[in-house]
């Protein structure tokens, strides 16, 4: 046993007497605190505290809640025989005898500085994706209104002249100008949808994709079931990023699958939410297009910029499945 606590690396395991002076030593508290055993053998272990610490009396209070209550745990600050500062999480246990005497204090210590720096980085990088994604929001929307107030207006008003033009004109002109009627009546459906594909998420997750579904999939000839055990709603950029997943996911379904049904599922999972979305069309190998691969693309792209992942199987004749997942924690 004394091999092994001395042995051990990636930990500070050291004892204290009754008082808290310390009286072991092991190699990871070396590599740690960067003290030897003979330096600080028979030192107080509130040498391991910042000032500010130390004048508050917390080493002391340590020792008396962990003799109170058998442990006392807690992360903060302490010092190294260099002066500079760690981030440790710390753990005091007492230590008693068979007649149920304090014989002291083990202690163990963890530098979790560089896991501390990670986290602060990772929160910093969730903000930065919640403002890009509420500006690229932001901007879809913007560019949706102006398709549905001012191109497809504008694009209706050339179909209603197009229409006047075709009763005045000479019948050998006539089918020209239908031509071009019902060219203008397919790119206003087409910027319709577009206008649609582009409008946000609305109140909630599932009844955003309830809406999504309920809007697209009958008039391709899908039947559509759309599952749910959430937790509770996610916040606001993972709901956008699930959605516009779901969405080009659905969308190479409704153009590319041959399929007559899909079925979406969402789970809570992992602090995050699991989504399946599976159909039971021609499966990858029928399907080809370069806008089908740049979707794809941007599924995973957008599952992993979130900090999720994101896959795809496809064997022929068996349908697609699309899974993927996304955090879903609350920023502070």
Not at 8 to 26: C, E, K, Q, T
Not at 228 to 244: F, M, S
């Amino acid at each position: 046993m004394r091999l092994l606590v001395q042995s051990i690396r990636d930990y500070a395991i050291f004892m204290l007497d009754p008082r808290g002076v310390i009286v072991s030593w092991n190699i990871g508290a070396e590599r740690i605190k960067g003290y030897t055993g003979e330096e600080i053998v028979g030192t107080h272990f509130s040498v391991f505290y910042p000032p500010e610490a130390v004048a508050a009396g917390k080493p002391a209070k340590g020792l008396r809640a962990a003799a109170a209550d058998g442990r006392w745990e807690e992360e903060g600050w302490r010092v190294r025989k260099d002066g500079t500062r760690f981030w440790a999480s710390v753990v005091i246990t007492a230590l008693y005898d068979e007649s149920g005497g304090l014989r002291g204090f083990g202690k163990v210590t963890r530098d979790l500085t560089e896991r501390r720096s990670m986290a602060r980085a990772l929160d910093e990088r969730a903000l930065l994706l919640s403002r890009l994604v509420q500006a690229q929001e932001l901007e879809r929307r913007r560019i949706a209104s102006d398709v549905h107030d001012d191109t497809i207006q504008s694009m209706l008003t050339v179909g209603m002249r197009l229409r006047m033009w075709g009763q005045e004109l000479p019948p050998e002109h006539g089918g020209t100008v239908r031509a071009l009627d019902a060219a203008v009546d397919e790119a206003v459906r087409r910027l319709r949808e577009l206008a649609f594909d582009l409008h946000p998420p609305g109140d909630g997750l599932v009844a955003s994709l309830d809406d999504y579904l309920s809007e697209l999939m009958p008039g391709g000839g899908l039947a559509y079931e759309l599952s749910h055990r959430l937790d509770a709603e996610p916040p606001y950029e993972a709901v956008v990023t699930i959605y516009r997943i779901c969405q080009e996911a659905l969308t190479n379904v409704r153009r590319h699958a041959g399929a007559s049904r899909v079925s979406v599922e969402l789970v809570s999972l992992d602090r995050g939410v699991h989504v399946r979305v599976k159909d039971d069309g021609v499966g990858l190998a029928g399907k080809d297009g370069e806008a089908m691969h740049y979707g794809l693309v941007e599924m995973r792209e957008r599952a992993e910029t979130a900090g999720g992942w994101w896959g795809i199987e496809g064997p022929p004749g068996a349908g697609t499945t699309v899974e993927f997942w996304v955090p879903a924690v609350p920023h502070a």
